[in-house]
């Protein structure tokens, strides 16, 4: 399999220093300002994308790790497939929000109804334009009739750790390692602490 890589063009600045307690929707988000700094090497792509009022927000989702394919979705406590969702554990995790632009300063643009934790990634910007949608009938799934819920509705911890082996996940005696039902020696972001994962050999005694 072919191994896809992409450099970040720029990062997004908003006030939520973590995922939770941030909007889980740009609908939830309203007139929360945010900035969108573009690195100097790519900043003449940003001519002329002062004429649109929104924006496409391409952008690598940086504390989520590792997926789950059956999901509990922040709307809800049934499990849902995760490419019916829009969960930020993902095979791939790439975000998407469109957001309203407020102008463009030099390499910045000033954005409103952010919903993305401060520093992520960006990974692309594009405008948004509805006429080039084909949406006359559109059916939204078991989110019908949900749009006032999501409009209130604050991230939780949910996504943080694997639903799969959650009681596999437990501080040890030594404050900064973790057994983890896992292979990965990496470190994740838990409300506003760095932990670090180890992968630590679990011995069982035989009397």
Same mark, same amino acid.
């Given at each position: 399999?072919? @191994?896809?890589?992409?450099?970040?063009?720029?990062?997004?600045?908003?006030?939520?220093?973590?995922?939770?307690?941030?909007?889980?929707?740009?609908?939830?988000?309203?007139?929360?300002?945010?900035?969108?700094?573009?690195?100097p090497e790519y900043a003449?792509?940003?001519?002329?994308?002062?004429g649109f009022s929104h924006?496409?927000?391409?952008?690598?989702?940086?504390?989520?790790?590792?997926?789950?394919?059956?999901?509990?979705?922040?709307?809800e406590e049934v499990r849902?497939?995760?490419?019916?969702?829009?969960?930020?554990?993902?095979?791939?995790?790439?975000?998407?929000?469109?957001?309203?632009?407020?102008? @463009?300063?030099?390499?910045?643009?000033?954005?409103?109804?952010?919903?993305?934790?401060?520093?992520?990634?960006?990974?692309?910007?594009?405008?948004?334009?509805?006429?080039?949608?084909?949406?006359?009938?559109?059916?939204?799934?078991?989110?019908?009739?949900?749009?006032?819920?999501?409009?209130?509705?604050?991230?939780?911890?949910?996504?943080?750790?694997?639903?799969?082996?959650?009681?596999?996940?437990?501080?040890?005696?030594?404050?900064?390692? @973790?057994?983890?039902?896992?292979?990965?020696?990496?470190?994740?972001?838990?409300? +506003?602490?760095? @932990?670090?994962? +180890?992968?630590?050999?679990?011995?069982?005694? +035989?009397?």
């Amino acid at each position: 399999m072919n @191994v896809v890589q992409y450099t970040p063009i720029g990062v997004i600045h908003s006030p939520f220093a973590e995922p939770r307690g941030a909007p889980i929707q740009p609908v939830a988000a309203k007139d929360i300002r945010g900035q969108v700094e573009v690195y100097p090497e790519y900043a003449e792509g940003l001519q002329d994308l002062d004429g649109f009022s929104h924006v496409i927000l391409l952008y690598h989702l940086h504390l989520s790790q590792g997926y789950d394919l059956l999901t509990r979705p922040f709307l809800e406590e049934v499990r849902r497939g995760v490419f019916a969702t829009r969960a930020p554990r993902r095979p791939n995790p790439i975000g998407l929000s469109v957001v309203r632009l407020e102008y @463009v300063a030099d390499a910045t643009l000033h954005i409103l109804d952010v919903d993305i934790v401060d520093g992520t990634p960006l990974l692309d910007i594009k405008p948004y334009v509805p006429m080039f949608q084909n949406t006359n009938e559109v059916r939204v799934g078991w989110l019908t009739g949900r749009r006032q819920e999501a409009a209130a509705k604050r991230a939780d911890e949910r996504f943080v750790v694997s639903e799969e082996f959650p009681e596999k996940s437990y501080l040890t005696t030594e404050p900064q390692s @973790v057994v983890w039902a896992g292979s990965a020696h990496k470190r994740r972001r838990w409300r +506003k602490f760095d @932990v670090w994962f +180890k992968k630590i050999p679990l011995h069982t005694s +035989k009397n």
